[in-house]
Nanobody, 123 residues
């Protein structure tokens, strides 16, 4: 299984970015997917997750109303649309594939991880 993130970069506060995660090597459309992030000096934390169909989602409180997770099962891609970005959103963002088809939010429930993409929010 290979997960490859893209779309990170430098953005000003209040700006937007869309992260993408392309998955290969497994049957993508029967597993839940998630995004995590790790800021410098901090533990990796859950950001967002979706179930296998993409019709149910979960978010950490700090990104609710600003971030949206979605998936395109025909293209084997999961997205994280990030709006109204803040400096505290600066982190390496990781895409992960769950071991099951439902929504999961703990790291242990995810069996495959991408290499991460850097998001920096700064003026």
């Amino acid at each position: 299984v290979q997960l490859v993130e893209s779309g990170g970069g430098l953005v000003q506060p209040g700006g937007s970015l869309r992260l993408s995660c392309a998955i290969s090597g497994r049957k993508f459309n029967i597993y839940g997917m998630g995004w995590f992030r790790q800021a410098p000096g901090k533990e990796r934390e859950f950001v967002a997750a979706t179930n296998w169909r993409g019709d149910d989602t979960a978010y950490t409180d700090s990104v609710k109303g600003r971030f949206t997770i979605s998936r395109d099962n025909a293209k084997n891609i999961v997205y994280l649309q990030m709006n109204s970005l803040k400096s505290e959103d600066t982190a390496v963002y990781y895409c992960a594939a769950a071991r099951d088809r439902g929504i999961v939010t703990t790291e242990m429930a995810f069996g495959s991880w991408g290499q991460g993409t850097q998001v920096t929010v700064s003026s």
